[in-house]
Every structure is written in C-alpha cells, then in structure tokens.
C-alpha cells in the first residue's frame, strides 16, 4: 500500500463517523491546551521571579538577621526575626573588607503614610545614599537621601512612583510637599524612577527616609532589617561572602559558624531557591495538566476499539484479496496519529490563545519553544501508545473468521 492509499483510506475511515472523530480528539485538545497553558503560565512566573531579584542589584550579598529564639534556645520564631545587627556592623563591612564595593544597611517596616487627607499603607525603608548603588534604584526627579540627612536625622522623603501616585496623584510634582509617616513629619526631595512589580512586592510602593530617623522616630532601636552589600565584580562575589561572614563572627564573638545570628546570602542563591520553587510549581501543574492527555488518550483507544469491531468485516475483506498484516496495523495506527496530531496542532493554538488572554489580565504567561516540542511529542506519543492495540488487534483478525462476522 503507497503513502497516497494509506492517506486515502485513513481520511475515509476518519470522515465516515465525523461526530465520533470530533469528540475523540476534543480530548486531545484539552489535554494540550492545559498543559501549554499551565506551562506558559508557570515559565511566566518564573521568568517573572528571576526578573524582580535581578532588579534588586548586581553582584549583590544580602545579610540578614538570624531566627529569633526563645528560652533556652528551644523555639525559633523565623528567620530574619532577631535583631542581630546594627548600622556598625554595615560600617565595619564597608570600611574592613577589601572585596566589597558598597554597603547599604537598611530598616524596613510598612506604615501608614498621609498626605493632603490622603493616606496609604506602604513600605518605608530607612537607609543611606549607597541604597541607590547597590540595589540598582534610580532618581526619576529630585535627589536622594544625603550623607549630611542621615548624620543629622534629616526629615526628609524619597517616594516611589505608586506611592507618589497614591498621595498627589498620577504623575504630580510631590518635590516640597509634606508627608507624615506613623505621625512623623518629612519633606518629600525626590522620587524614584519606575522599576514594576505589584502587590507587596512592589519595588515602586516605597517610601525611602534617612536610616537613623528611622531608627530613632519609628523604629526605637538600633537594629536594621538587611545590609545589602555589593561585590567589586562577579568574580568575587563568594570571596565577599566568606569575608563578610568571617567578620561578622569575629565582631558578634561566635566561634561556631552554624549558631551565627545572621545569614549571607547571595543574590545567585536566592535566585537558585526562587527557580526551584517556581520549577517544582510548573511541574505540579503541568502534571495536574497531563491528567486530561491520560484521559484523552483512553478515549482514543476506546474509539479504535469499537471502529476494529465496527469494520471487522472489511479487515477480513481487505486481507482476503491480498493486504497484509503491516497494512492493516499501519493504518489503524495512522488513523489515531491523525487524530492525536490534529489534536496537538488545534490544542497548541488554543493554549497560546489561553496564555495571551491571561497576559492581558496582568498575569505573566510565557510560551517557549520547548513547550511547543514537547506538547506535539506527547500528542504524537499519546496516538502511538494508544494506537498500537487497536492496531494489533486488527492486524491479527483471522481474515476467513472476519468475513463470517455478523
């Protein structure tokens, strides 16, 4: 049988029952489109993640607190909930280690921030001039804090594009208007140019005040949340690292290097941990996805099953004046590549439709070619798993015992 003959009979067979035909590779098509979508969706948000911890800096360390325990050091309340380090342990960095090209301590803590009967619930972050270095934060107009505003507990602000938004209005001038934040009375100098995000984790819902106003007006304690600290270059990044833990050890008298009250970490180890947890998540839904092509899969053997019955007597025929057995399986086992290829190709379409409709919705969906390969390999798959029993079966139909089928 040519490649013409065998096209002809499977797009015969397959037309015959158009209804059946449909519904067997709508399965199909809901499988693939899941998954691509749940895949878009997933690669989206990693992409997403990635992005936002690349926009905090480069070459970036970031240390911070220990877990706050309890009596006898039985109870941890978290990591990051003690207050373990100060603006002298960032000085000490700055000025000790020879492998770091800037130090920024900083107090965070959302408040409540008002202005002309306006108000907001925002993050207020108290640090210093080197902020802007290490954590890749930009002036889009005005100036930023000062060296003389941190030295002398300088009432002044530093608003993000949403919180100047919030509070003035979209796309006031704030530069000389007041602020109160929990209270306290500030001069707004300057406002950052937009880097995204949303939600808490916007990097433009902020409000930046000197470290010591904050320590000594909002705060009431020394402590900071976080020293960011910036590398010379990215090839010295772990030499950094180590120096940083080594002197923090040494100025906080702990000679056993798993009781530190602090973390270092690198911007590549949070990236790493981010990327794990967003892979895991994609797997998860693209197998909740997969669950479907398992579904659709079945339908499409239950579907050759019944056609080998339905045509048993036609097999019978067919062998009888000469088909052979290869013939016969290549055929049924085209018809089920058929039908899972055309389900593959309408299920890809549907899922980058999918995505594109939640990309507008402000949810990140990405679709790769990898997803693409792997949607038509599985389709492709699915009718060869599936397919080959039908084929098998019908290929082995006793062609005298066929004819005589009622």
Known sequence: ?????????????LTANKARSFLTVLGIVIGIASVIAMLAVGNGAKGSVESSINSLGSNLLMVTPGAQRGAGMAVSSGRGTAESLTKADADAIASEVSSVAAVAPDVSHRYQVTARGTNTNTQVVGTVPAYTTVRNVEIGSGTFLTDASVR????????????????????ADPIGQQVRVNGVM??????????????????DDVVYLPITTVQRFLAGNQSVSTIS?????????????????DLLLRRHKISDATLADFTVMSLADIASAASSIT????????????????????????????????????????????????????????????LTGAGGVIGIFIGWLISFIVSRFGITATLTPDSILLACGVSVGIGIVFGYWPARRAASLNPIESLRYE
């Open 1 to 13: 049988m040519t490649i013409k003959d065998l096209l002809s009979e499977i797009g015969a067979a």
């Open 229 to 245: 600290v910036q590398a010379t270059a990215a090839d010295t990044i772990d030499t950094a690292k180590q120096d940083v833990t």
């Open 279 to 338: 892979g895991i998540f994609t797997i998860l839904l693209a197998s909740i996805a997969s669950i479907s092509l398992v579904v659709g899969g079945i339908g499409i053997m239950n579907m050759m099953l019944t056609t080998v019955t339905e045509r048993t007597r036609e097999i019978g025929l067919r062998k009888a004046i000469g088909a052979k057995r290869r013939d016969v399986s290549r055929q049924f086992l085209g018809e089920a590549l058929v």
């Open 152 to 171: 002398d507990l300088g009432r002044i602000a530093v608003l993000g594009p949403t919180t100047r938004d919030d509070l003035f209005g979209e796309g």
């Open 186 to 203: 500030f001069t707004v100098v300057g406002v950052t140019a937009p880097k995204g995000g949303s939600g808490f984790n916007n990097a």
